[in-house]
C-alpha cells in the first residue's frame, strides 16, 4: 500500500518510537495521546481492519504484542483497555488495521478513542 501511513512506519520510511517488534507486528507509541500511555500495535502486513480476512496467526501475533506493551510499560498491573477502531463509524481515520493500548490512569467509561 503505498499510501499508507503505517505500513511507511512498519517499514520504517517513517519514524516513530517503537515499544515492541517482532518478525510480524510492530507497536508503537501514538503521536496524540489520549492517556498517559497509548500505544499502538499493528501488523507490518496491511489489513484495512480487524475483519480484512487477517490470518489467525497475526491476530495472535497481535495479542501477543499488546502483552509485551503491557508489561514494559507498567500497565499489566493495574489494567489497560484494547481498542480496534472499525470503519467510519467508528472514526477509523487510518485505514491499516490497528489496536489501541491505552492505560496509565483510571479510564472510566468513555469509549474514546
Ligand atoms: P484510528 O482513529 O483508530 O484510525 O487511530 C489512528 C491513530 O493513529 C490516532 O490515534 C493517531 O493519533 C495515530 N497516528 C496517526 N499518525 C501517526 C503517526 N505517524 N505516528 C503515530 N501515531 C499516529
Ligand atoms: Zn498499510
Excluded: W
Aim: one cysteine or more; a negative charge.
Amino acid at each position: 500500500m503505498d499510501d499508507c501511513i503505517f505500513c511507511k512506519i512498519s517499514a520504517g520510511e517513517i519514524p516513530a518510537t517503537v515499544l515492541y517488534e517482532d518478525d510480524d507486528v510492530i507497536a508503537i507509541e501514538d503521536l496524540n495521546p489520549q492517556a498517559p500511555v497509548h500505544a499502538l500495535v499493528m501488523p507490518k502486513a496491511h489489513y484495512d481492519n480487524i475483519v480484512d480476512g487477517v490470518p489467525a496467526t497475526t491476530l495472535a501475533s497481535m495479542v501477543h504484542a499488546v502483552g509485551e506493551v503491557a508489561a514494559s510499560t507498567g500497565l499489566s498491573e493495574r489494567g489497560f483497555r484494547v481498542i480496534a477502531n472499525t470503519g467510519s463509524d467508528a472514526g477509523q481515520t487510518v485505514n491499516h488495521l490497528h489496536l489501541h493500548v491505552l492505560g496509565g490512569t483510571s479510564l472510566g467509561e468513555g469509549l474514546i478513542p
